[in-house]
């Protein structure tokens, strides 16, 4: 099969209403390399980057409430800086760049799928498409 590895995917194929942060950008815990005392972050198997993570909501309506909250790893040399927040709003919109997909079967013997992204940035004004949004079309 030609597929392995990391599925790359858009932004608006994964967060089509798009998505708001509700969490704290926090360093990923490598189980394996930490001792009690002493905190060791993880780095992508790929990449050797080290891996960050906030969680988003999905902004999709209809989903359920218990799906509502995903967690997105970032590959990032330092720490990564969420966008400011928008006055009168409870949540800060985000939008991500360089998205992947990787399927696995999660602890309740169901299908889900790790994210990674190497940018979070503010959402663009509507209408205004990326240059490789225009290259791809």
């Not at 994964?14 to 815990?29: L, Q, R, S």
């Not at 990787?102 to 940018?119: C, D, F, H, M």
Request: one cysteine or more; aromatic letters at 8%.
């Amino acid at each position: 099969m030609a597929l392995q590895g990391p599925i790359p995917v858009s932004f608006d194929m994964v967060f089509p209403h798009g998505c708001y942060i509700v969490g704290e950008v926090e360093p990923v815990k490598d189980f394996e390399a930490s001792t009690n005392g002493r905190f060791v972050q993880t780095r992508d198997k790929q990449s050797g980057e080290l891996v960050w993570q906030v969680s988003v909501m999905d902004a999709d309506p209809t989903l359920k409430a218990a799906q509502k909250t995903v967690s997105v790893k970032i590959l990032s040399p330092v720490q990564p800086v969420p966008p400011a927040p928008m006055a009168g709003m409870p949540f800060t919109p985000v939008e991500f760049d360089q998205m992947t997909a990787t399927p696995y079967v999660n602890q309740a013997g169901r299908l889900a799928y790790s994210i990674k992204v190497r940018e979070m940035r503010a959402p663009r004004p509507a209408g205004k498409a990326t240059a490789a949004a225009k290259d791809a079309a």
